[in-house]
């Protein structure tokens, strides 16, 4: 039997790009989840507690809800439901009535949530550090390369939530298609321009680019 070479394996790096690019990100995301669980450990937080703290403190009250976070996540409703109710409890959050459905809960932090989440902002510093010493053409390069890779894996099925312009049906390319603009802003993009949540996404639909 012939042996499978792993993306890891340096062998195959050396002949293989996308191995060798892969094994990059596998590293990079070791490194990044270590960082991210040392953060949320540091706040009495288990990963997945921290990160619905951090999507409540960054996104609209709609994008808070329950089934909302669930699909985002790419998690169980009830497993959320369990997370989100220990930040209740934990005094980090706080449900609220919806103001346009009264059967609904929107969840908001309170200022000791606000707290933690500040704390938990701080795992990036070192990271953004060497990212900015870089030239800025290298990083929009790299920044468009890592947006159209995960523009692929919701394609393939692989990622749930992808709001990203390349997938968004305001996206436009525009002449030799290397340069593109936003139909709904009306306002040229650049690849550093590019955005990977953003609040104002559609799913591509009929309209022709």
Known sequence: MTRAEHVLDPRRQAKNRPAK???A???IGHIILTSTREAAGNAGLSPIQ???LIHVATHEASESRLSVLARYFDLTVPTVSDAVNSLVRKGLLDKKKSADDARARVLRLTANGRNVYNDLATWSAPYERILGAMPATDLDALAESLLCFVSGLHVDGQVAV???CP???HFAREGDRS???CLLLSEPLGPGDYRLDCPEWEPVGMAEE
């Open 162 to 164: 992808a709001r990203m």
């Open 21 to 23: 690019i892969l094994a």
């Open 179 to 181: 340069t593109a603009r």
């Open 25 to 27: 990100l596998e590293r």
């Open 50 to 52: 921290s990160r619905l």
């Open 167 to 169: 997938i968004c049906t």
